[in-house]
């Protein structure tokens, strides 16, 4: 990495000096390349779907212990470090981050059969070479051949750390958690080690509760950090006095199980977890970074990070730094946060008893509705096509084919696209909850960055024939027509429209399914829009800057799209330029 000009590349420069010991094996050597490249190319910002390719295994585990549950597989793997790009230091950086992964150290080993285990101590520091607080974090790697095939990231707690408090609480509840939520994977057996170390003694010694042994395995001056406190411990009587108080906070049932441990003549790594009674316990992994030294064989420095406790803040940071970025999302959040406390929970503000009282009129009313989608009963009048007020019937019917026109915008869901709540699925929703889909969609989505996509990457056969059949806008539009239509004209028994319209009036006074889908239809055609600039600079169109192509035709189309409700935008997916297909 020498010779790397500006700030970027003196970090870079910073980071990869050789730090591997004389006597490691070529193939720990070639491990430990394998993981400091794969770093860097999380500092150049390399796409996820090359990083993935370059580095990891078809069956990688990868364990970022800022969630809850591992990313199996290089499809999940790929999709997680393209949807929460900045969330946590191992799921890939930001275009706009000034942040960098700083190694502090590494150790390895290797067997004879292909597989290696690397350890690496590293930090987040600035493009500038400011260390960033509270972000040294350990990963383990276990490698076969020349690809990553499980990884572990655990990361220090945020200031003020939690110190004691974690233990007594972890001892209180001691009885009533095990393995249930997390099942805890030991580690492949790694050759090629010694067969016990003196970090494997200490562990022993740990679990026996013999503080005396355990003490006996650091240097006289060492020090150690246990990141969940705040303070380092100098010497080796602190280190004595910390393990004392640490034992006493724990049940004597529990003990450290060392699930894979990468040891050199002067540095260890080690991945471990906690057990109850020889049950795993959830959320108690960690790992372990320790330095040896080489004519005393004890440990003269050390870091401990334990696996941070729920809850779990990786989806909390990725959709935290979505409303940063884009502020304007708080207007959908804030809607939507209304319209369910309104329709399920209020009183008062719309018509009718609250969705939760699960009054009888209103399930029969849903009901018979959804019999009478899209009119197909009725107009063939089928026996079981119950008589509901036919305004009613044209709002609904509008309302739903309106929901269904924004599958035209099913290329927002693309493989190096990927959203927090899949489109897809949140489009069958809105066909039973409508803005109680929409709006979450809107706030959580991710931000179009290609300035070109096509249809083969549009994430399922299916949508992306749906999303780029020509014939979508025009059809549903003849829907939402017809729709309008039958709430003027039809059932006649209803009587002409002045007559029909007042007692749809009364109707709308008391039906809070009613009078909610006259809100939906001002929530849509509020944010029928949003999608709009995305899908046009998805397809080649520059909307800003020097280049900007918007003019002519193609900028009457999009004021239509954004600003007539409904009908703009079955004209937009109708008239809009197609999506390449490679």
Same mark, same amino acid.
């Given at each position: 990495? #020498?010779?790397? =000009?500006?700030?970027?590349?003196?970090?870079?420069?910073?980071?990869?000096?050789?730090?591997?010991?004389?006597?490691?094996?070529?193939?720990?050597?070639? #491990?430990?390349?394998?993981?400091?490249?794969?770093?860097?190319?999380?500092?150049?910002?390399?796409?996820?779907?090359?990083?993935?390719?370059?580095?990891?295994?078809?069956?990688?585990?990868?364990?970022? !212990?800022?969630?809850?549950?591992?990313?199996?597989?290089?499809?999940?793997?790929?999709?997680?470090?393209?949807?929460?790009?900045?969330?946590?230091?191992?799921?890939?950086?930001?275009? =706009?981050?000034?942040?960098?992964?700083?190694?502090?150290?590494?150790?390895?080993?290797?067997?004879?059969?292909?597989?290696?285990?690397?350890?690496?101590?590293?930090?987040?520091?600035?493009?500038?070479?400011?260390?960033?607080?509270?972000?040294? #974090?350990?990963? $383990?790697?276990?490698?076969?051949?020349? /690809?990553?095939? /499980?990884?572990? =990231?655990? !990361?220090?707690? !945020?200031?003020?750390?939690?110190?004691?408090?974690?233990?007594?609480?972890?001892?209180?509840?001691?009885?009533?958690?095990?393995?249930?939520?997390?099942?805890?994977?030991?580690?492949?057996?790694? &050759?090629?080690?010694?067969?016990?170390?003196?970090?494997?003694?200490?562990?022993?010694?740990?679990?026996?509760?013999?503080?005396?042994?355990?003490?006996?395995?650091?240097?006289?001056?060492?020090?150690?950090?246990?990141?969940?406190?705040?303070?380092? *411990?100098? %010497?080796?009587?602190?280190?004595?006095?910390?393990?004392?108080?640490?034992?006493?906070?724990?049940?004597?049932?529990?003990?450290?199980?060392?699930?894979?441990?990468?040891?050199?003549?002067?540095?260890?790594?080690?991945? +471990?977890?906690?057990?109850?009674?020889?049950?795993?316990?959830?959320?108690?992994?960690?790992?372990?970074?320790?330095?040896?030294?080489?004519?005393? %064989?004890?440990?003269?420095?050390?870091?401990?990070?334990?696996? /941070?406790?729920?809850?779990?803040? %990786?989806?909390?940071?990725?959709?935290?730094?979505?409303?940063?970025?884009?502020?304007?999302?708080?207007?959908?959040? #804030?809607?939507?946060?209304?319209?369910?406390?309104?329709? $399920?929970?209020?009183? %008062?503000?719309?018509?009718?008893?609250?969705?939760? &009282?699960?009054?009888?009129?209103? +399930?029969?009313?849903?009901?018979? *509705?959804?019999?009478?989608?899209?009119?197909?009963?009725?107009?063939?009048?089928?026996?079981?096509?119950?008589?509901?007020?036919?305004?009613?019937?044209?709002?609904?019917?509008?309302?739903?084919? +309106?929901?269904?026109?924004?599958?035209? $915008?099913?290329? =927002?869901?693309?493989?190096? /696209?990927?959203?927090?709540?899949? $489109?897809?699925?949140?489009?069958?929703?809105?066909?039973?909850?409508?803005?109680?889909?929409?709006?979450?969609?809107?706030?959580?989505?991710?931000?179009?960055?290609? !300035?070109?996509?096509?249809?083969?990457?549009?994430?399922?056969?299916?949508?992306?024939?749906?999303?780029?059949?020509?014939?979508?806008?025009?059809?549903?539009?003849?829907?939402?027509?017809?729709?309008?239509?039958?709430?003027?004209?039809?059932?006649?028994?209803?009587?002409?429209?002045?007559?029909?319209?007042?007692?749809?009036?009364?109707?709308?006074?008391?039906?809070?399914?009613?009078?909610?889908?006259?809100?939906? *239809?001002?929530?849509?055609?509020?944010?029928?829009?949003?999608?709009?600039?995305?899908?046009?600079?998805?397809?080649?169109?520059?909307?800003?800057?020097?280049?900007?192509?918007?003019?002519?035709?193609?900028?009457?189309?999009?004021?239509?799209?954004?600003?007539?409700?409904?009908?703009?935008?079955?004209?937009?997916?109708?008239?809009?330029?197609?999506?390449?297909?490679?």
């Amino acid at each position: 990495m #020498a010779g790397n =000009d500006g700030p970027f590349g003196a970090i870079l420069d910073r980071m990869f000096k050789p730090s591997a010991a004389s006597n490691e094996a070529a193939s720990s050597v070639g #491990a430990e390349e394998v993981v400091t490249s794969f770093l860097s190319a999380i500092n150049s910002r390399d796409d996820p779907s090359d990083i993935v390719e370059r580095y990891f295994a078809d069956e990688i585990n990868y364990v970022d !212990t800022s969630y809850y549950n591992p990313i199996e597989g290089k499809e999940a793997l790929r999709k997680h470090l393209y949807l929460h790009a900045g969330s946590s230091s191992l799921s890939t950086l930001t275009a =706009d981050s000034s942040e960098v992964v700083v190694v502090d150290d590494i150790v390895s080993a290797s067997s004879s059969d292909e597989k290696a285990s690397v350890c690496v101590m590293y930090h987040m520091a600035t493009e500038g070479g400011d260390d960033v607080l509270d972000t040294t #974090a350990i990963s $383990f790697y276990n490698l076969r051949g020349s /690809k990553i095939s /499980k990884v572990l =990231d655990v !990361t220090e707690p !945020t200031s003020p750390k939690p110190g004691d408090s974690g233990l007594k609480l972890l001892k209180s509840v001691s009885k009533l958690i095990g393995d249930e939520t997390i099942l805890v994977k030991r580690g492949d057996e790694v &050759a090629g080690i010694p067969s016990v170390s003196v970090v494997e003694n200490y562990f022993d010694a740990w679990n026996r509760r013999d503080m005396v042994d355990a003490t006996l395995c650091f240097d006289e001056n060492c020090i150690m950090r246990d990141l969940q406190y705040d303070d380092a *411990l100098r %010497g080796r009587d602190e280190v004595e006095q910390h393990l004392l108080r640490v034992k006493d906070c724990l049940p004597s049932t529990f003990n450290f199980v060392v699930d894979d441990i990468a040891v050199a003549s002067n540095k260890a790594g080690v991945v +471990w977890h906690v057990e109850n009674n020889q049950d795993p316990l959830a959320f108690t992994r960690g790992c372990s970074f320790y330095t040896i030294d080489e004519r005393s %064989g004890l440990i003269k420095s050390g870091f401990e990070i334990p696996e /941070k406790a729920p809850p779990k803040l %990786g989806y909390w940071n990725t959709l935290s730094s979505k409303f940063e970025a884009e502020p304007i999302r708080f207007i959908p959040a #804030a809607i939507w946060m209304a319209y369910m406390y309104t329709l $399920f929970i209020s009183d %008062g503000i719309l018509p009718g008893v609250n969705a939760l &009282a699960l009054e009888q009129r209103t +399930w029969e009313e849903v009901r018979d *509705l959804s019999l009478n989608f899209f009119l197909v009963a009725p107009l063939l009048k089928l026996p079981f096509s119950p008589a509901v007020h036919p305004m009613l019937e044209g709002v609904f019917n509008l309302l739903l084919s +309106w929901a269904a026109m924004f599958a035209g $915008f099913l290329s =927002d869901e693309r493989k190096e /696209k990927p959203n927090l709540l899949p $489109f897809g699925p949140m489009l069958v929703g809105m066909q039973f909850l409508t803005s109680g889909f929409l709006l979450p969609y809107l706030f959580t989505r991710t931000p179009e960055t290609a !300035t070109e996509a096509y249809q083969e990457d549009i994430d399922g056969a299916l949508q992306a024939t749906v999303a780029e059949w020509r014939p979508l806008g025009g059809l549903l539009g003849g829907v939402g027509t017809a729709s309008i239509l039958w709430g003027f004209i039809g059932r006649p028994e209803f009587g002409p429209f002045s007559e029909r319209y007042a007692s749809f009036g009364d109707l709308l006074s008391i039906d809070r399914v009613g009078s909610s889908f006259i809100v939906d *239809l001002v929530i849509f055609a509020i944010f029928q829009g949003w999608f709009v600039d995305d899908d046009l600079k998805r397809r080649g169109v520059v909307l800003e800057g020097e280049d900007a192509d918007i003019g002519g035709e193609l900028a009457i189309l999009r004021n239509v799209a954004k600003y007539v409700p409904f009908f703009g935008l079955a004209v937009y997916l109708s008239f809009r330029p197609s999506l390449p297909g490679r």
